[in-house]
């Protein structure tokens, strides 16, 4: 299901490619939706609420994101 839902974002910024404009934002916005569509599918077998459950894996992906990107830009900084 990560590899499925992992492809949303990818698909999309090869169809913004040909639209620079805001293309962050947007890649940003899918990848968002998509943490969330998995969230909510991951709430079937969890029986959690759907929502409780997409916000979780949501927030939860976003944060490791900001982690893994500001502990490699650390690395980076002090490998130089």
């Known amino acids: 299901s990560f ?5 949303i974002p990818i ?9 620079p404009r805001n293309k962050f934002t ?6 968002i939706i998509s943490l969330f569509l998995l969230g909510t599918l991951q ?7 759907w ?4 916000i979780k894996l949501t927030v ?3 944060v490791t994101s900001i982690l ?5 830009r ?3 900084k002090h490998i130089k």
């Open 11 to 19: 698909v999309i910024y090869f169809l913004i490619n040909k639209n």
């Open 3 to 7: 590899v499925i839902f992992g492809m």
């Open 68 to 72: 893994a990107f500001n502990i490699s």
């Open 51 to 54: 929502y409780k459950s997409g």
């Open 43 to 49: 709430s079937y077998y969890t029986k959690e609420a």
């Open 26 to 31: 947007k890649i940003l916005l899918s990848i």
């Open 60 to 62: 939860f992906g976003c």
């Open 74 to 76: 650390f690395i980076m």
